[in-house]
């Protein structure tokens, strides 16, 4: 499986964009870039996803590198009601079902 | 989308027991799945259920310990047996719709069962 690598952690000042930095270098032509955050004591919840052009959605926005070895979710405004931790997955389009791989994530505080 | 509702929320278990979780989708899903999380620690898959079949476990999790039941497209089941401390943690089950192009799908995710055991 593609590897992701995320900071740890990262903050935030409230109603400040955000950049969640993610890195797949081993990322595949087929690998979709998928990101998922998880607030505190809730189970994950999908933010956004991609495959070669940058994406826009109503909780945010996923700007993929031109060769496609990393990707950043932008936060527009954080809110405090952001911070939780944002988990970045690769999932592959071929070879039928594959499982979802959740790594460390990057652990978001806004600050007010 | 999908909304997912688990049961128990919470409990507190003596060793050597076992407990079993529910997870009730609102709609007709094909692929659901266990995880398991325990405190500050990312989520680990334990198994995935899929309706009609028996489930498929990772490494490191068995049937004895961690049966598992699909009845039908909207129900599962997550026991945990003969629980020990090591078992505390966040159960939480997913679903998806496991379409032909897995690589656009959402996994929807429960709220999760806090499980200790004293």
């Known amino acids: 499986d593609a590897k992701t690598t995320q900071p740890n952690s990262m903050e935030s000042n409230e109603e400040e964009p955000v950049h969640l930095p993610c890195n797949h270098s081993t990322i595949s032509g087929t690998d979709y870039i998928h990101w998922y955050r998880q607030l505190p004591s809730q189970g994950p919840e999908y933010v956004i996803h991609?495959?070669?052009s940058n994406v826009n959605n109503r909780m945010a926005s996923l700007a993929i590198a031109e060769d496609r070895k990393s990707s950043t979710l932008i936060l527009h405004r954080a809110t405090l009601r952001d911070a939780a931790v944002y988990y970045c997955i690769l999932r592959d389009a071929i070879g039928g079902y594959q499982k979802v791989t959740f790594g460390i994530g990057t652990k978001l505080q806004v600050i007010p | 989308s999908a909304v997912i509702s688990q049961k128990p929320s919470r409990d507190i278990c003596q060793r050597g027991t076992s407990l079993t979780i529910q997870c009730q989708v609102d709609s007709q899903v094909t692929m659901m799945f266990w995880y398991r999380q325990q405190p500050g620690q990312s989520l680990t898959l334990i198994a995935t259920a899929n309706q009609g079949s028996e489930a498929t476990y990772e490494s490191g999790f068995v049937i004895d310990k961690f049966p598992i039941s699909r009845p039908n497209l909207t129900f599962s089941t997550l026991t945990v047996s003969n629980m020990s401390p090591e078992d505390s943690s966040i159960y939480l089950c997913?679903?998806?719709?496991?379409?032909?192009?897995?690589?656009?799908?959402?996994?929807?995710f429960g709220p999760g069962t806090r499980l200790t055991v004293l």
């Open positions: 991609g495959l070669t």
């Open positions: 997913s679903a998806e719709w496991g379409l032909a192009g897995a690589g656009t799908d959402t996994q929807y």
